[in-house]
């Protein structure tokens, strides 16, 4: 069965905290996101990586950094958290290109920043 | 300001209604993809479409894309409990993003 791991479903943290996300996936896909949901927002994407040690700019990188050192994992970190960050934060990965390929996404993180 | 507007944002209906859920964008999109959501899961795919006025059928549910693949509904006939969640539409381009509008929550009445 495929899948898409996030390490963390709950976090709670204090303003000011580094904060890092995983995700794995089993797949062996070359493209992996980072999106953040937020209640009538939609998705919006954060950060992109279409292979090893390559990343680019979503949306709304502001505030966050990726890594992808392995082709099945991928890291969002949070330098210095803050509470406009609590936010649900879903990774996603597909082969090829996500525009018709189908995005697999891991079953989310809810952060919450004090 | 969302690049895919969806309407309703809420919807509730009774067991054996029919529900129409809209994406619509001032955009063209190379293709369009509808996901559903449930409460504690990541959003999974139900259907993408890439070309103007296509219309694809999964079981009671009938997707659309525009002609001009700038808009997207999704009908469901005779809705049951099961497909209570947050629908998605997510738009594509050339590139590596696709465009998520803001869903539409639906809740289906046993």
């Known amino acids: 069965d495929v899948k898409v791991t996030q390490s963390s479903r709950y976090l709670v943290k204090r303003t000011g905290e580094k904060v890092f996300l995983e995700c794995v996936q089993d797949?062996?896909?070359?493209?992996m996101f980072w999106y953040r949901q937020d209640p009538g927002l939609g998705l919006r994407l954060i950060y992109f990586s279409y292979d090893v040690k390559m990343k680019e700019k979503g949306d709304i990188p502001e505030g966050y950094s990726v890594s992808r050192e392995k082709k099945e994992r991928f890291s969002l970190i949070l330098e210095s958290a803050s509470t406009n960050q609590t936010s649900m934060y879903l990774c996603a990965s597909t082969t090829g290109g996500p525009s018709t390929g189908e995005l697999f996404f891991g079953e989310g993180s809810r952060l919450t920043v004090l | 300001t969302q690049l895919l507007e969806q309407s309703p944002q809420f919807l509730s209906i009774q067991e054996g209604e029919n529900l129409t859920v809209y994406c619509n964008s001032s955009s063209v999109f190379s293709s369009l993809q509808w996901y559903r959501q449930e409460p504690g899961e990541g959003p999974v795919l139900l259907v993408t479409?890439?070309?103007?006025?296509e219309v694809k059928k999964l079981k009671r549910l009938t997707f659309q894309f525009g002609d001009a693949r700038k808009d997207s509904s999704l009908h469901i006939t005779a809705a049951q409990p099961g497909d209570t969640g947050l629908y998605l539409c997510a738009g594509g381009t050339n590139d590596y993003k696709l465009s998520f509008g803001a869903g539409t929550t639906v809740t289906v009445r046993a």
């Open positions: 479409v890439v070309t103007g006025g």
């Open positions: 797949m062996d896909h070359e493209n």
